[in-house]
């Protein structure tokens, strides 16, 4: 007998987009960076993952992964720092590298649409994220970039709970 393992993505995870360039516009900068909304994963764990997807164009990007105690600008911090081991995808400086035909950071490859994953390990009382598509490398296409986490729980067993549990409150 095998035992199976289900994943509800909707009620027991967070999902948040941090980058996505505009309709019509194409491109990641060749100078300057675009900056990406942050996102509060207050009632998340702490192992996060990050995705990043491109239109079917070819070229490179790279995502800088940040993390905040608050969505202040100047706060946001690279949660690679320090680490004896770097996280899956993420390389030093806490950069996801995209690109068509395959990238540094070991993932996939962006041809058509495709996907590229990260994680990372936010730090204790960081619980903002956020994306930075990075300057230098040019991606001739639509880049979207976001966060997903798993929610945390109270309890155990049969009596655990989802954060936040349904109506206003929310359980710290």
Not at 140 to 148: D, P, Q, T
Request: proline share 4%; hydrophobic share 40%.
């Amino acid at each position: 007998m095998s035992a199976s393992y289900v994943v509800d993505l909707k009620s027991t995870t967070l999902f948040a987009v941090s980058v996505s360039t505009a309709a019509g516009v194409d491109g990641t900068p060749a100078s300057g960076v675009m900056i990406g909304i942050g996102r509060d994963f207050t009632n998340a764990g702490a192992y996060c993952n990050v995705w990043a997807t491109g239109a079917g164009t070819s070229g490179i990007f790279r995502v800088a992964v940040q993390t905040a105690p608050s969505d202040v600008s100047g706060s946001y911090t690279d949660p690679t720092s320090g680490l004896a081991n770097f996280p899956s995808n993420i390389i030093s400086g806490g950069i996801l590298v995209c690109a068509s035909g395959g990238n540094a950071s070991g993932g996939s490859n962006m041809v058509s649409g495709g996907m590229e994953w990260g994680a990372f390990l936010r730090p204790a009382g960081h619980p903002w994220v956020r994306a930075t598509v990075l300057s230098g490398n040019q991606h001739n296409g639509h880049v979207s970039v976001g966060f997903l986490e798993q929610l945390k729980t109270t309890g155990s067993g049969i009596g655990y709970t989802w954060l936040p549990s349904s109506g206003t409150a929310i359980n710290v």
